[in-house]
């Protein structure tokens, strides 16, 4: 049965994960917040992983985004009885985009939750503000995901690498960490291009790092796409500026764009069509399934007429790279504008 914190104060991800990994009991509401998204992932997976076993998640065990669901139909949820379960999970991502009314709620559910139901809290901004997110606060464990500090990063990568089976030198982690920075996603997509460039048990050396390094550049375009798809109009013209005096082929990063409005359009479409499920769009897109939300967060900032907009503008900008006398830098700075502009 789930048991409520006898002191209601938030703690750090790390401490979290620790308790977590100690103790078979759970607190009927998590309030996880804080700007590092991919730990609010780890601490929800590694919570389900304790909480319910594989075998009962069919039946009690739903994820719901707050800008696609009622407040409602989330509470009927967790006050309803696990099916052959001691009790059910249920994840709501995007808390802050509850309205007014539907968060006063949600703050009174914590306040008297279900004995039975473990409800998991996305609320991804840097402090509890607010009159209802303060009463859902006080009534939830409240688990601060922040950015790691520098030392705290350092000893992720270790731990990260030796979940991969891999061993990293301390050199070779400080230097990722200067290359990289303290984004956990970014270290990630590094670790995993430097597992596949190397021989399997190989200790991962400064000179491996180094090596990657100087693939780089490539990821900016993938950085683009998502200050696109994030609609942050100067963060992308300042990307796109980097991009062409390094000299990257504005047809290419066209191209790339073309790929990324198409996954959004699917996602877009397959949520429409109430296909929405993490399983169902990474069928669709063939994409990884960390990158599904982001994705999916993404659509949710194009209306189904701009993404069809946004393939004439692709297309538009590729013929006139192609056969016109227009500056390249001009056309691809109008094509951003357009892609990003509320229609």
């Known amino acids: 049965?789930?048991?409520?914190?006898?002191?209601?104060?938030?703690?750090?991800?790390?401490?979290?994960?620790?308790?977590?990994?100690?103790s078979n009991s759970f607190e009927p509401v998590y309030l996880?917040?804080?700007e590092e998204r991919f730990l609010h992932e780890d601490i929800t997976n590694r919570i389900l992983e304790k909480s319910l076993d594989a075998g009962s998640r069919d039946f009690n065990f739903d994820i719901f985004f707050a800008g696609d669901v009622e407040v409602e139909k989330v509470i009927d949820i967790a006050r309803?009885?696990?099916?052959?379960?001691?009790?059910?999970?249920?994840l709501v991502k995007e808390i802050q985009k509850f309205k007014p009314a539907a968060l006063k709620k949600l703050a009174?559910?914590?306040?008297?939750?279900?004995?039975t139901t473990v409800l998991m809290l996305i609320y991804p901004n840097r402090a509890l503000t607010g009159k209802s997110i303060s009463k859902i606060a006080s009534g939830a464990y409240s688990i601060n995901c922040r950015p790691l500090y520098e030392d705290e990063t350092m000893k992720w990568i270790k731990e990260f690498a030796a979940s991969k089976k891999l061993e990293i030198g301390t050199q070779a982690v400080h230097s990722l960490y200067e290359l990289v920075g303290n984004s956990l996603l970014d270290l990630v997509n590094e670790?995993?291009?430097?597992?596949?460039?190397?021989?399997?048990?190989t200790k991962i050396t400064v000179e491996n790092v180094v090596k990657i390094s100087s693939m780089l550049k490539l990821n900016t375009v993938f950085e683009l796409c998502d200050t696109v798809g994030e609609k942050k109009f100067k963060k992308s013209i300042s990307i796109l500026n980097n991009l062409l005096s390094r000299g990257e082929k504005p047809t290419g990063i066209v191209r790339q764009l073309f790929r990324h409005f198409a996954n959004l359009a699917k996602i877009r479409d397959s949520i429409a069509q109430r296909?929405?499920?993490?399983?169902?769009?990474?069928?669709v897109t063939r994409l990884s399934p960390f990158f599904i939300?982001?994705?999916?967060?993404?659509?949710?900032?194009?209306?189904?007429?701009?993404?069809?907009?946004?393939?004439?503008?692709?297309?538009?900008?590729?013929?006139?790279?192609?056969t016109s006398y227009q500056p390249p830098k001009l056309v691809m700075e109008l094509l951003i504008y357009n892609l990003i502009r509320k229609q």
């Open 1 to 22: 049965m789930a048991k409520t914190a006898a002191k209601k104060k938030a703690i750090s991800y790390l401490q979290a994960k620790l308790n977590i990994s100690k």
């Open 293 to 322: 939300n982001k994705i999916k967060n993404q659509a949710r900032n194009f209306s189904s007429t701009e993404l069809r907009r946004s393939f004439f503008y692709l297309a538009t900008a590729d013929l006139h790279l192609k």
């Open 80 to 90: 309803s009885y696990p099916m052959m379960s001691e009790r059910r999970v249920i």
């Open 275 to 283: 296909k929405g499920s993490a399983g169902e769009l990474q069928k």
């Open 191 to 201: 670790i995993e291009k430097i597992q596949i460039n190397i021989a399997p048990e």
């Open 108 to 115: 009174d559910y914590s306040g008297k939750p279900s004995e």
């Open 32 to 34: 996880i917040y804080g």
